[in-house]
C-alpha cells in the first residue's frame, strides 16, 4: 500500500511495532532495510519511488510526498522514531509537534552515509539515548549522545531506577534536581527501600553524589538537592528535603490478601487504601498483590490488580502452609487446605519473615503487608 501525503492531519498509520524508520533518499532506503534485518520489531517507512517491488510481502510502507506530512502521525503512532535525514531538516519538521519531554517520542537521526546515529529528541524519558546506542552498534556507526548526565557518567535523574520500575512522587523539581547533579553540586541520595544496584557506570560515583541512611542525616549536611528512595510517605520535619529534591518509589511493597468469595473490586480497594495510609506508604510503591490459588479467579482481585498495573500471584495451600505464621487457624485449613492466606502470601512472594502488618481483617477482606529486601 501506499500513502499519499497532501496535508498534515493526523492519521491513523498501518502501525505494527513500537518503533519506527523512516528514510527519503536511496542510501537512507538501504540503511533502513539493513536495520530492519537486525531489528525485525521495527517498522519502516520510505518513499514509492525507491520501490523495489517487495515492500509488500516485507510489510514495508511508502509514501509519496514531503515526509513533513507524516511527521504528526509518527508522534502520534510510535514511541521511538529513526530518521534517516539531515539534522537541520528534522529539527525543521518536528518543531510544529513538540509537546513535552514526558509525552513526545524518543527522536534519533541517521546521516545518509550512516556514520553517524544522533540522539535529538526524548534521550531519557522518551528512551533516543538507548536506541542510539543500540542502532549505531547494529549499523557500526558513531552513536552522538549530548545529554549532560550521559557525558559525565553521572546519574539521570529523570531514569533514576526507571529499569527497576521505580517512579518519582512529581516531577516539579526533576530539572532543578538535574542541574545540581551535572553542576557538581552536593547532592544526597537517601535510600530506605528497593535495589541497591542502581549505579550503572564501572567508575566510582562522583564525588558530589553523597549516600545517607535517613532523611534527617543528610538535612544536617545541607545539600543542594537529594534524591529520596522510600516507600514510606514522608513525615512533615521530613518534608524540608524536597525544597529541591525528588522522591523515587521503589515498588517494593507485597499485599498478602484473602477475601470472601464475590468482594467487590471498590471494597478490596478500599482497605487496600486505607492500610496503606495507616501505615504511612505509598500505593505506587506496591509490587503485587498475592493470596491463594483459590482465589486466582476472584474477580474483584483481578480488577484492583490490573487497574493499577500490580502483579497477580496465587500459590498452593502446600506453598502457603511452608511459610511461618503465628497463629495458624484449623478452620481456614477446613476451607481452604491451607493454616492461613494473607500472611503466609506475603512472606512468599517478599522472601522476608518479618512483615510490616500481619494478618487485619476489614470487612469481607483479610489483608498483610511486606517489604522485598534488598542486599548490597
Known amino acids: 500500500?501506499?500513502?499519499?501525503?497532501?496535508?498534515?492531519?493526523?492519521?491513523?498509520?498501518?502501525?505494527?511495532?513500537?518503533?519506527?524508520?523512516?528514510?527519503?533518499?536511496?542510501?537512507?532506503?538501504?540503511?533502513?532495510?539493513?536495520?530492519?534485518?537486525?531489528?525485525?520489531?521495527?517498522?519502516?517507512?520510505?518513499?514509492?519511488?525507491?520501490?523495489?517491488?517487495?515492500?509488500?510481502?516485507?510489510?514495508?510502507?511508502?509514501?509519496?510526498?514531503?515526509?513533513r506530512l507524516l511527521i504528526p502521525s509518527l508522534f502520534h503512532t510510535y514511541k521511538g522514531i529513526v530518521f534517516i535525514i539531515s539534522l537541520g531538516a528534522v529539527v525543521r519538521m518536528i518543531a510544529p509537534v513538540l509537546k513535552d519531554k514526558k509525552t513526545d517520542p524518543g527522536v534519533v537521526v541517521i546521516d545518509d552515509k550512516a556514520e553517524y546515529v544522533i540522539s535529538v529528541l526524548?534521550?531519557?524519558?522518551?528512551?533516543?539515548?538507548?536506541?542510539?546506542?543500540?542502532?549505531?552498534?547494529?549499523?557500526?556507526?558513531?552513536?552522538?549522545?549530548?545529554?549532560?548526565?550521559?557525558?559525565?557518567?553521572?546519574?539521570?535523574?529523570?531514569?533514576?531506577?526507571?529499569?527497576?520500575?521505580?517512579?518519582?512522587?512529581?516531577?516539579?523539581?526533576?530539572?532543578?534536581?538535574?542541574?545540581?547533579?551535572?553542576?557538581?553540586?552536593?547532592?544526597?541520595?537517601?535510600?530506605?527501600?528497593?535495589?541497591?544496584?542502581?549505579?550503572?557506570?564501572?567508575?566510582?560515583?562522583?564525588?558530589?553524589?553523597?549516600?545517607?541512611?535517613?532523611?534527617?542525616?543528610?538535612?544536617?549536611?545541607?545539600?543542594?538537592?537529594?534524591?529520596v528512595v522510600t516507600h514510606r510517605i514522608l513525615k512533615e520535619d521530613e518534608e524540608a528535603i524536597l525544597q529541591n529534591g525528588v522522591v523515587f518509589r521503589p515498588r517494593v511493597i507485597v499485599l498478602g490478601m484473602g477475601c470472601n468469595r464475590g468482594t467487590s473490586a471498590s471494597e478490596i480497594e478500599q482497605v487496600i487504601i486505607e492500610t496503606l495510609d495507616e501505615l504511612q506508604i505509598s500505593i505506587k510503591s506496591v509490587k503485587a498483590i498475592a493470596t491463594i490459588d483459590l482465589k486466582k479467579d476472584e474477580e474483584g482481585f483481578l480488577e484492583v490488580a490490573q487497574k493499577y498495573d500490580w502483579e497477580f500471584v496465587y500459590y498452593t495451600p502446600d506453598e502457603l502452609n511452608e511459610m511461618p505464621i503465628d497463629d495458624p487457624s484449623d478452620t481456614v485449613y477446613k476451607y481452604t487446605g491451607a493454616y492461613g492466606v494473607s500472611e503466609p502470601a506475603a512472606k512468599r512472594y517478599s522472601g522476608d519473615n518479618q512483615l510490616i502488618l500481619g494478618k487485619k481483617k476489614s470487612g469481607n477482606v483479610t489483608i498483610s503487608v511486606g517489604m522485598i529486601p534488598f542486599d548490597e
Open 1 to 67: 500500500m501506499i500513502i499519499t501525503l497532501q496535508n498534515d492531519e493526523i492519521r491513523p498509520l498501518p502501525k505494527k511495532h513500537s518503533y519506527v524508520v523512516a528514510a527519503i533518499t536511496k542510501h537512507g532506503v538501504e540503511t533502513a532495510r539493513n536495520l530492519r534485518k537486525v531489528f525485525p520489531n521495527i517498522d519502516v517507512y520510505y518513499m514509492s519511488k525507491f520501490a523495489k517491488g517487495d515492500e509488500e510481502a516485507l510489510n514495508i510502507h511508502l509514501f509519496e510526498g514531503s515526509v
Open 122 to 227: 526524548s534521550g531519557h524519558i522518551g528512551g533516543a539515548n538507548e536506541l542510539t546506542r543500540e542502532v549505531a552498534a547494529a549499523i557500526d556507526a558513531t552513536p552522538i549522545i549530548t545529554t549532560a548526565s550521559d557525558v559525565q557518567k553521572t546519574i539521570p535523574v529523570d531514569l533514576f531506577g526507571s529499569h527497576f520500575g521505580w517512579t518519582w512522587d512529581s516531577s516539579e523539581k526533576l530539572t532543578p534536581v538535574s542541574a545540581s547533579v551535572v553542576n557538581e553540586e552536593k547532592v544526597a541520595v537517601i535510600q530506605e527501600s528497593g535495589e541497591k544496584n542502581w549505579w550503572i557506570y564501572p567508575s566510582p560515583l562522583p564525588a558530589n553524589i553523597h549516600l545517607y541512611d535517613s532523611i534527617s542525616q543528610a538535612l544536617q549536611e545541607e545539600p543542594k538537592a537529594a534524591l
